[in-house]
T-cell receptor, first 114, second 115 residues
Framework: DVKVTQSSRYLVKRTGEKVFLECVQD?????MFWYRQDPGLGLRLIYF???????EKGDIPEGYSVSREKKERFSLILESASTNQTSMYLC?????????????FGPGTRLLVL | AQKITQTQPGMFVQEKEAVTLDCTYD???????LFWYKQPSSGEMIFLIY??????QNATEGRYSLNFQKARKSANLVISASQLGDSAMYFC????????????FGTGTQLKVEL
């Protein structure tokens, strides 16, 4: 079974702090994704990586950056956390190529910025 | 731009009854894929079913089936014989035609199964 793990289930940070959210997958997937989920808005793509050291902005990249130094690990960075970044963050991974291959999701990190 | 619309913010269904969750999509590309995911209160997204735009038959996976009406651009999820464990948030998503592996999600439908 594919396993996607996220470093924290719950996180509380203060405004202005630098925040790291870590995601690890064990299936050698090429593609990894970071989403945020907010009530009434569904999931919105923040960043996407299709290979080591390769990244692409999603729909809402402002205020975020990412790092992918190893294939299995994709980190989301909030350079200076703000209260409007309080949200649920979901990481996903997928094998490369088109077609019906699904994205596999981690359990999510609920981030509260005070 | 691609768009997914789920017009039902919440639904109730009685145990053992069937329920349909609506999903409409908007794209001008002939090649696309549609997914349904379930998100229980624990937060993890669980893949349920996939339909490709060129698939001739509606997708089925156990108690889940996808009512794909291409001309109407709808991809409704049908859950037969509902169980209490089906209570969750359900998301419809579309693989972006030229977006590689990126997905566009709807806003979700909260399903509550009652005794």
């Amino acid at each position: 079974d594919v396993k996607v793990t996220q470093s924290s289930r719950y996180l509380v940070k203060r405004t202005g702090e630098k925040v790291f959210l870590e995601c690890v997958q064990d299936m050698d997937h090429e593609n990894m994704f970071w989403y945020r989920q907010d009530p009434g808005l569904g999931l919105r793509l923040i960043y996407f990586s299709y290979d080591v050291k390769m990244k692409e902005k999603g729909d809402i990249p402002e205020g975020y950056s990412v790092s992918r130094e190893k294939k299995e690990r994709f980190s989301l960075i909030l350079e200076s956390a703000s209260t409007n970044q309080t949200s649920m963050y979901l990481c996903a991974s997928r094998r490369g190529g088109d077609g019906e291959e699904t994205q596999y999701f981690g359990p999510g990190t609920r981030l509260l910025v005070l | 731009a691609q768009k997914i619309t789920q017009t039902q913010p919440g639904m109730f269904v009685q145990e053992k009854e069937a329920v349909t969750l609506d999903c409409t999509y908007d794209t001008s590309d002939p090649s696309y894929g549609l997914f349904w995911y379930k998100q229980p209160s624990s937060g993890e997204m669980i893949f349920l079913i996939y339909q490709g735009s060129y698939d001739q038959q509606n997708a089925t996976e156990g108690r889940y089936s996808l009512n794909f009406q291409k001309a109407r651009k709808s991809a409704n999820l049908v859950i037969s014989a509902s169980q209490l464990g089906d209570s969750a948030m359900y998301f419809c998503a579309m693989r972006r035609p030229r977006g590689g592996n990126k997905l566009t999600f709807g806003t979700g439908t909260q399903l509550k199964v009652e005794l």
